[in-house]
């Protein structure tokens, strides 16, 4: 497994931009698809976005594409969460973790929470109206 800590999150006003960052240890970053995923109070903690191996392939819940990029550099062992147009409910403790499950079109391994075997401790974003 990959140890994850992320970092970068914060309370910012609707409409900016934050950047999240995920930075991985060990020497086999770059062999696991990486997701985003986030929780708001009282809710399930849901899919965001993720990245294959490569960075080749990427994915993105519907209320979020356009808004949000997803990137990583495997050089840094480091994955992105790049936000802007942030609204009110973005606000929520968002996650990386990694997978081994390589992309499919159907998007439907990353999607599932229960196929990311390392989590990183969270980090929270809040968004002011």
């Known amino acids: 497994q990959v140890q994850l800590v992320e970092s970068g999150g914060g309370l910012v006003q609707a409409g900016d931009s934050l950047r999240l960052s995920c930075a991985a240890s060990?020497?086999?970053?770059?062999?696991?698809?990486m997701g985003w995923f986030r929780q708001a109070p009282g809710k399930e903690r849901e899919f965001v976005a993720a990245i294959s191996r490569s960075g080749t392939y990427t994915l993105y819940t519907d209320s979020v594409k356009g808004r949000f990029t997803v990137s990583r550099d495997n050089a840094k062992n480091t994955v992105y969460l790049q936000m802007n147009s942030l609204k009110p409910e973005d606000t929520a403790l968002y996650f990386c973790?990694?997978?081994?499950?390589?992309?499919?079109?159907?998007?439907?391994?990353?999607?599932?929470?229960?196929?990311?075997?390392?989590w990183g401790q969270g980090n929270q974003v809040t968004v002011s109206s």
């Open positions: 060990g020497r086999t970053f770059s062999s696991y698809a």
């Open positions: 973790a990694a997978t081994n499950q390589p992309y499919r079109a159907s998007g439907s391994a990353w999607t599932d929470r229960s196929n990311f075997g390392s």
